[in-house]
């Protein structure tokens, strides 16, 4: 089994805490968090176009190479849901109840 989404979601939450707990803004923390793994998965997936179709040179990737489909893989694609997922549960668990 791949660890590596837990792992991702694991680490995204200990971020959103933090700031959740320091800031105040639950939200925040975690709109931080997954936005540094959807970055880091976007270009992991414009090194994969770059590899298949540009021949690895980076001069030969569109601006869209990064959201063509035919690089994303099930791993992949878990790597980037999995946390912004976790992270949204966490933000309607303590921070919606807590304006209510």
Wanted: proline share 5%.
């Amino acid at each position: 089994m791949d660890w590596t989404p837990l792992i991702h979601a694991l680490i995204a939450l200990l971020a959103q805490a933090l700031v959740g707990l320091v800031v105040g803004n639950w939200w925040l923390g975690g709109a931080l968090a997954c936005s540094w793994w959807l970055a880091r998965e976007h270009t992991q997936a414009e090194y994969r176009w770059i590899q298949a179709f540009a021949g690895g040179h980076r001069a030969g990737m569109p601006w869209w190479g990064g959201f063509d489909p035919r690089v994303w893989n099930w791993a992949s694609s878990m790597d980037a849901l999995v946390p912004v997922v976790s992270c949204f549960v966490v933000y309607v668990c303590v921070a919606v109840p807590a304006r209510a």
